[in-house]
């Protein structure tokens, strides 16, 4: 077994072994680009420590020959008095969990070695800053010092003199601190800080295999779907110094513009600095233009080598380095973040440039990515005042009054006003007015806060961490550093995507994308880039994607969303406003007469509804649910009709409303259900009122005919709601096929009406190969499935419990929103393979909402189901989802 | 192919391919019994018919080779002019369905043999009713002619003769009919009745094949569980008749008592009678002691054929015998039904006559028989006054005020009075009403109608079709033949085992049996029979049998009944009662503190609870269930107090209880739920309130090392409810496992507390092998699991859709009382398969209420369940059945 790997022994595609960093360190090590030496300890060994609980044999001798190496490369030894070596000791894992685990800097430096650092850099200052960095860090990740300690030091230091910036304290001040923190090291663990340079070192990779299993990394992975065994690398490379003068700087680089995707190279430096002041902008940095002024020699080696980088890797990298004393250093580089619109344009770039085809340009982009790119934005032309900026925690362009508790929020937005949830934080009791909200923003918190998990996990807009606003909850209002408050009421925006929270209501505009589906002519680069990936997805996509759609107007966006057909048209959305009297109608109905009266009434209304759904879909599949939500959802509420009967009868009302509502509440108390989800619905309905299915049968039947009648293409298909065995499917496919029957004697035609179902309940799954028998199509109903297979109903998304499941990592995201793949996938599965067996080619779709989710269409697609349907706006991200299915299997 | 088989072609264990009937004329044809000969047309040639919609190839020709033998064998020809041969065409299928399906009689008469059949029996009179008799019948049966037509003529023809019988019709009157009928056919059917004998054989077959597939054989089929594609053989026989003359006669027999079980003959026998005319009971039977005085030679063949029967079947046999001049025929035999006390003494004694071994006889009694007789009975010796008898649809015995109507019916049972429901016949929206009600009497309708159908799918009491009550539901009464009249209001008894219906209270006895569980010694028959049967049953199974039990009493009853320990122990009822204002408190609690409170306020309760049920199972496992309901169980209901609530304010009332009560509403409305079966319970309460689940696991641990202090043997396993994900069972076992540590560490001792899981929810099932990563064993919850697997609540079973899936044939038996195998069932073998892929060790029990019911207790035996756990009344019926399930293998 080999544990510890040079530089030179690896190459990028040894991720799973030496962890993101360190592949590419030895990619660039290989490539002969410099490269500080060093060597990357293997995830490897990290499995094995942390399945032992300790070092595994072998490993501290394969690091001392690593590290006598790099002592022979560098010419310097670890920590020597005169002129030590000192190595950075960070983590790698394979993927980037970006501030979840620990590094060490300046790893070699003691009470000795710090004067022949000071001699060698001739900086005093600079040697004492380094070795306070270190006990800084070592105290605080190696040591569990807790690292306010450290920070209440040295601000207490520069309080003392009168300072804010770290940059006045002079050699004479850092000796102090050294000694300070010495001590809090000394009193805090009761042992003094290691001098041994090669004792600092084990210990740093000790804490960095620890930090691999600290509650926020489990925390990040679950979210992340990162596995918990994969375990991390440890780097351990010679420091190389930006701070030793202006001839010295550090700079981060992308090839490419990561926010627009625009060709060339885009970064920044800072003069004398190491990285980390990059990052943390305490200076003004310059653009890599202006550091071609300042240093011709290392920026040329600069662009050659992002120039090399970006042809080696194919994609736009993003590079860390260093100029040590005119020296350039490269301290990393990988495959770089990008925004939505840069991933298009970038893909699109790329394969005009030759760099890669557009099989693999389709899959540089995500279905997640084009939906944020469909997102209304906010009018970047329009005038705006920007508050403040968090993290960017949950996407989307929000504007809404601010509220400061869920109780108003919950109460605004009932009254249908947009509200923002403003708090410090939020905990599970927020939960209610986080569902009310059009977004969230806090003041704390990360994007690992409940705040940040739980509106990505219900798709809200959420901004986190705008430190800057000072909120209080109690007062109903926050203050903006600059003194601006915002009161309860005020109107706000806040811009998920960018983090950013501005006054007032910044206009929204359409998104350029929807714009180009909608079918407008637009000479737009984004809107282009976009339209070549789809047609390619299209091209090479196996799944049609159908809509969700109950009105002739969804239909048509959809189709020009390149819907192939309409895969669940509910048809209790035709029952609602005017409708609603003649449904009470129905559910009021002394007798067989007043049943079959009010039937007779909705049918020309229902007949109507399909004909125009039918027309604009003309020539493509549309889906039709009989109807299938409880009747009493037709009817008042009873808690609030009891009281409005109890009071009428206090008061002696005995108007002709005040009759109606009491006749009313004895119907509502009879079709009243504790479960109601859990009850009388679906095809329950259709066999306790036949004439229902019956009418609804003949509706779409006639529909087509007439539809025929002018020559156009109708391809209805009846879907049952909520079987469970294929008595059911059996006895309600005997009714229609009646009406069916009747219409076609009637008219002299011959229809195409297919018969299928729903698999939405768990029975079913198991079930199919029978219910197969008596079905011509299955379509999942993966909602109700969700509700079945957990035992817990869509309404508990917005239930304390589920924010709670958030936190424990018991979902990173709701099954809801994204399938849960294990669980309610194997039913989807189940059922789709017994279907099969009784019918070879049974067309098998989805219409739950997850048939627009990505990592559910690839579920999908895998499985080999026919179709997937989805609401219009998810249309696309389907279509590029299911391309990007097939071609990442290529 | 061969279609057609002679009766000494068979014998009785061909019942898949010659029918039940068939297959035992073989047995007694081949046994040398004096059988009139015949021949059976397979159930094959029906199954071809039914597929090939007419009859198969080569049929013809093999019927009229049987006939000609059966011709040479009685020298006679069918239908023959001067003697001709009559037969019989009788249905006769693998399963009993009496009264299902067809038969014609007297096949071979027509207008000219009749005469042949007058000469030879000297009686005009019988030859012409026989030929009436043929008319009616297969006017009816084969030729579709409404059968009121034939009697209302024949009624007609009675009238005017001034008579009721048609013993008074003589030979002129009978022309006269014949006439009729034969006209009644022409103009029904349009052509005349077929004077050609093999026609009417050929079509009589015909019509019997065809009466397979009748909606009420197919809805009796799908009642019974009998497959729907096993087709019925049809016997063709030569008639012999019981009705020429006084030295002729028919009779039933059965070889043992079917009512008690006790040893000796026992039967009826009518003179110069047919078979159909002993069970009308037109006239009054003779016993077959008094049948010696008459016929002592056929009595004496008799009772040696049912001697040789008895020992050859070695079962009590049934049995029907025509006497004709004189000379003995046996028309039919088969294993006699019989009551549960007959089955259970019938068994042991035939064990101690030597004709069969305990295996045998264990494997001849039923659960269901033995949960028949440990319902309460009415006490035989107290005076009852007979009111009318019904059939008996749904056993037990039930005594009630009688109502008329659902609402009355669910009005007085909710203030506590028991009633019986009483209407002419019932529809779905009785289901309410038949819920409420303690038993069910109608006055029409069979043992198929909807009255019998629902009350058994329920296991509620039922009588049904008690023709002499008139039932006037509008006024609220029935008048008995004898012209008393019950009221509204009046108390009945009804007998669902018998039939009878009594006015007034008939007293209730406890069963003899459960006197005899409790551990009553008694020199009682049955008693003893029960306890063999019992001990054998024992000493074969190999699935244990625990309880469901909530209180020490409940767990010291089941012992008594057998219990191996308590399965399931659910923890909410202890919250009721007076500690409901402790879980108010902690429900309302504003903060952790007040929480803390309420739970250390529980906590002395908990375990004087637990600490009780351990001591009464001691040695034994108890299967803790952690808190379950949804919390808004505890609190008033939303509507009611919403009510009161407004009520209150709307009179200006202010008391102290007014305030409460409005403090109160707004945390049921935070609590309430639409749907809370699928909701906040279960495992999401304990990660809601972690102090919830932490303080019943100290209060278990506390009660076990109680236990052991004074040297008891306490044996508590914890459950947690409602688990989806390996994830949730994680979170709360550490939980539990720090609580048991504390009190192990508290007393100085070690306990042995096993952690399980419910698996209730259908994705648990999926992800059993993960789940069982942190479970130390399985309880299947196959409530839940087909509450949401079907997706309906147990509360569906009052809703009228439940009752018209009982009418469809969609459920023979509710899916909460009898296990759905081929759904639910599915779920529990993937779920015991997965988890035991995992932990091939891992106990897997069940704690529905399904544990108890004898078809699904062979079902969880057969995928090897380590326990069932069920009611204390139940437990000896699920010992019962677990030994009747490995017997039944051997």
């Known amino acids: ?90 983590s790698g894992a394979k993927f980037s969990m ?28 600079f040697a004492l800053d380094s070795y306070r960095r270190l006990l800084q860090m070592f105290g605080g990740t190696v040591l569990h010092v807790e690292s306010e300690l450290f920070s209440d030091a040295l601000d207490a230091v520069k309080k003392a003199k009168g300072t804010e910036s770290d940059l006045d304290l002079d050699a004479e001040d850092l000796k102090g601190v050294v000694e300070t923190f010495k001590a809090i090291i000394k009193e805090h663990t009761g042992r003094d800080f290691p001098q041994d340079p090669r004792e600092q070192m084990d210990l740093a990779i000790r804490a960095v295999f620890d930090s691999w299993n600290t509650d926020r990394a489990r925390l990040y992975r679950r979210q992340e ?79 050659d080598i992002m120039n090399r980088l970006e042809r080696h ?99 605004w937005a009932a009254r249908g006003e947009d509200v923002i949830l403003v708090r410090k934080e939020t905990n599970p009791d927020d939960l209610r007015g986080m569902v009310a909200a059009r977004g969230i923003l806090t003041s704390r918190g990360g994007k690992t806060s409940h705040a940040a998990v739980v509106a990505r996990g219900m798709g809200r807009t959420c901004v986190c961490g705008a430190e800057s606003l000072d909120v209080d909850t109690k007062g109903k209002q926050f203050v903006v550093r600059d003194g601006e408050t915002i009161s309860e009421g005020d109107v706000i925006s806040i811009d998920g995507s960018t983090g950013e929270v501005f006054a007032g209501a910044v206009p929204v505009a359409d998104s350029v994308v929807v714009r180009h589906f909608e079918g407008e002519r637009l000479d737009d680069d984004l809107a282009l880039a976009v339209a070549r990936i789809m047609a390619h997805a299209d091209g090479a996509r196996r799944l049609r994607v159908r809509t969700n759609a109950d009105t002739p107007e969804d239909a048509a966006r959809a189709r020009r969303f390149g819907a192939q057909g309409i895969g669940l048209c509910r048809t209790e959305h035709m029952f609602l406003g005017e409708r609603r009297e003649l449904v009470e109608k129905l559910i009021v109905a002394e007798d067989e007469d007043g049943v079959e009266a009010a039937l007779a009434a909705l049918l020309p209304l229902q007949k109507q509804d ?66 109601p989800m859990l009850g009388l619905r679906g095809v329950r309905l259709g066999i306790q009122i036949p004439g229902l299915f019956r009418m609804q049968g003949r509706a779409i039947a006639e529909a087509a005919a007439d539809r025929m009648a002018v020559h156009g293409a109708p391809r209805p298909e009846i879907m049952v709601p909520l079987v469970a065995s294929v008595r059911e499917l059996e006895i309600v496919r005997a009714v229609l096929e009646q009406q069916i029957a009747e219409v076609e004697e009637e008219r002299g035609i011959k229809l195409e009406i297919a018969i299928g179902t729903m698999i939405e309940l768990p029975r079913a799954a198991f079930l199919a190969d029978r219910i197969a028998r008596d079905a011509d199509f299955f379509s999942f109903g993966t909602n109700d499935l969700t509700q079945m297979g957990w035992g817990f109903s869509r309404d508990d998304v917005e239930s304390a419990f589920f924010s709670r499941y958030f936190e424990h990592g018991i979902f990173d995201v709701s099954p809801f929103e994204s399938l849960d793949q294990r669980g309610v996938g194997g039913m989807v599965e189940m059922g789709t393979a017994k279907g ?46 299911a391309g990007r299915s097939v071609l990442g299997k290529r």
């Open 313 to 411: 890797y194919r994609d736009m990298c993003d590079i860390e380095f260093t100029v040590e004393r005119g020296k350039l250093w490269m301290l990393q580089t990988r495959v770089g973040k990008r925004t939505p619109e840069a991933a298009f344009r970038i893909a699109v770039h790329m394969v005009d440039e030759g760099l890669i085809q557009m099989d693999e340009a389709v899959l540089r982009v995500t279905g997640e990515q084009l939906a944020l790119l469909m997102f209304p934005r906010f009018d970047e032309d329009a005038e705006r005042t920007l508050l403040a900026k968090g993290m960017n925690a949950s996407p989307g362009a929000a504007v809404g009054k601010a509220v400061f508790d869920s109780d108003t929020a919950v109460e």
């Open 98 to 125: 970006p501030g979840m685990m620990e590094t060490v800097l300046n790893v070699g430096l003691n009470d000795t070695s710090v004067g022949g650092l000071a001699a060698r850099s001739e900086s005093e200052r």
């Open 1 to 90: 077994m080999t544990w510890v790997y040079d530089f030179a022994e690896g190459n990028k595609d040894q991720k799973d072994l030496l962890g993101g960093k360190g592949a590419n360190l030895a990619e660039m090590t290989n490539l002969g680009l410099p490269v500080p030496p060093g060597f990357t300890i293997s995830t490897e060994t990290c499995r094995a420590y942390l399945a032992e609980g300790g070092m595994p044999d072998g490993l501290a001798e394969e690091v001392t020959e690593h590290l006598a190496s790099l002592e022979e490369a560098m010419g310097k030894k670890l920590g020597d008095a005169d002129d030590p070596l000192l190595v950075s000791v960070r």
């Open 225 to 303: 779907r990162i596995p918990e065994d994969l375990g991390t690398a440890v780097n351990v490379q010679a420091m190389v110094f930006g701070n030793f003068g202006m001839d010295s700087g550090s700079g981060v680089a992308f090839t490419r513009d990561p926010a627009s995707g625009a060709q060339g190279e885009y970064g920044d430096y800072l003069q004398n600095a190491q990285g980390e002041d990059v990052v943390a902008g305490i200076r003004n940095t310059v653009s890599l233009a202006d550091m071609a002024e300042i240093d011709a020699q290392s920026h040329d080696d600069l662009m």
């Open 610 to 675: 399909f004909t125009e759904i039918l027309e604009a879909m003309d020539g493509l599949p549309v889906t039709i649910r009989l109807l299938d939500p409880p009747l009493h959802e037709f009817l008042p509420d009873l808690t609030d009709l009891s009281v409005e009967v109890a009071l009428a009868e206090e008061r002696g009302e005995d108007s002709e409303h005040a009759q109606h509502q009491k006749a009313l509440l004895s119907h509502v108390r009879r079709l009243h259900e504790t479960n």
């Open 836 to 881: 099969r067996e009784t019918k070879p080619d049974l067309k098998v779709g989805v219409c739950g909402e997850h048939g627009g989710d990505p990592r559910s269409v690839h579920f999908f697609d895998d499985i080999g189901l026919n179709y997937v349907s989805c609401s219009p706006f998810r249309v696309p991200v389907a279509r590029l989802e």
